[in-house]
Every structure is written in C-alpha cells, then in structure tokens.
T-cell receptor, first 117, second 112 residues
Framework: GAVVSQHPSRVICKSGTSVKIECRSLDFQATTMFWYRQFPKQSLMLMATSNEGSKATYEQGVEKDKFLINHASLTLSTLTVTSAHPEDSSFYIC?????????????FGNGTRLTVT | SQKIEQNSEALNIQEGKTATLTCNYTNYSPAYLQWYRQDPGRGPVFLLLIRENEKEKRKERLKVTFDTTLKQSLFHITASQPADSATYLCALSAGNNRKLIWGLGTSLAVNP
C-alpha cells in the first residue's frame, strides 16, 4: 500500500519552456505532499510543502513564481517549472504523507529527471 | 541549526557480513529519526523509524539504534546481500512540524 506515482520519469526541454510534473497517491489520500530537489551527490532539498486546497508553503530561496505548485485534490499535486533554464536541471522527487500525521514515514515517487538544454 | 553527518565515504563489505552505517546530529535531539534506502535514479524508500524514547528497533535483517547522549543513530544490516547495495539516508524530524532534515547518505556496496 501507500504507492506514490510520479510522471514523467524523464523529461528534456528547451530553455525558456515550462514543464509540468505530476505526483499522484494511488491508494490513499494525501492532504500533504512535499516536493524535493536532489543534485548529484547532494542530500534531498525540500522545495515546498503542498497542502490540498490551499497555497503551497515554499522554503527559503525557492521562487514560488518559478516553481508553481497545485494540489487540487487529495490524490494529485503538480509542480510546474516555468521558463526553465539549464540550472534547473535536476532530479525532482515528490513525497506524500498518508494520514497527515507528522511522524509518519514519507512515501516517495520515483522522481523526475529534468534536463534543460 | 541542526546538522546531520553520515559517512561520506562509500562502505564496501563482503556478502554475509554486517553493515553498520552511522548518522550523527549536532544539535537538539529529534522526536524521531528515520532511515531510507535510495537506489540510483529512484525515490527513497522508507525502512525504519525510531522515536527518541526508543533505544532500538528491528525489522527482519535491519536494526536501528538511537543514542540521544551520543547524538547518534546506527543502522545495521545483518547477513548482507549484494541486493542491499544502495545509498542509505538518515532523516531527522525538524521540531514540531512535518519537515525532515536529510543527511547526504552513505553508499553501501555488498560484494559477492
């Protein structure tokens, strides 16, 4: 149980275009989802916390106008990288918190490898 | 601010031996600590959670200890197998919220 599906797994886009990444909880409802970014040999860096039905909470240094997050339902959150640039190339991973309890384990998607050319 | 230190060097061990990975933190003791496994190009997978009032937790071949005096958690894999080769991440609760602070991870290679 507690499966999180993330799509696409890989995407290559040209500089200046936008890319949307979807994160779905398949067998549970997730009031809270988290979006992370991971550079090679670096730790997971939390970008934002996505709450169903309300605005996302962004971490310091993350541009909310560049990384648009929408959590319109209890099973879907999307991250849109707008006007992507090569420095946005990274591994983006979403995770969901079943039940919302703050000490529950996170369930992660398999990530999206974004390459901006 | 809270910092996490995990062995930065890769750990190579022989199949059948016990792998021991270390997670040290620098500041306040977290309410709980989690261990995850991450394979290349994949998202982390949850393994074990241990709370501050627990000294040890086991799950099959896995064992986690939590020493708040030493500010350290140890993660053990007994009877290691090549399939255990992966990066293991330690994560701490960041106060009274849902955020986690992540370590860099330790790469484990189990040689047949």
């Amino acid at each position: 149980g507690a499966v999180v599906s993330q799509h696409p797994s890989r995407v290559i886009c040209k500089s200046g275009t936008s890319v949307k990444i979807e994160c779905r909880s398949l067998d549970f409802q997730a009031t809270t989802m988290f979006w992370y970014r991971q550079f090679p040999k670096q730790s997971l860096m939390l970008m934002a916390t996505s709450n169903e039905g309300s605005k996302a909470t962004y971490e310091q240094g993350v541009e909310k106008d560049k990384f648009l997050i929408n959590h319109a339902s209890l099973t879907l959150s999307t991250l849109t990288v707008t006007s992507a640039h090569p420095e946005d190339s990274s591994f983006y991973i979403c995770s969901a918190l079943p039940g919302g309890a703050y000490n529950s384990p996170l369930h992660f998607g398999n990530g999206t490898r974004l390459t901006v050319t | 601010s809270q910092k996490i230190e995990q062995n930065s060097e890769a750990l190579n061990i022989q199949e059948g031996k016990t792998a021991t990975l270390t997670c040290n933190y620098t500041n306040y003791s977290p309410a709980y600590l989690q261990w995850y496994r991450q394979d290349p190009g994949r998202g982390p997978v949850f393994l074990l959670l241990i709370r501050e009032n627990e000294k040890e937790k086991r799950k099959e071949r896995l064992k986690v200890t939590f020493d708040t005096t030493l500010k350290q958690s140890l993660f053990h894999i007994t009877a290691s197998q090549p399939a255990d080769s992966a990066t293991y991440l330690c994560a701490l609760s960041a106060g009274n919220n849902r955020k986690l602070i992540w370590g860099l991870g330790t790469s484990l290679a189990v040689n047949p």
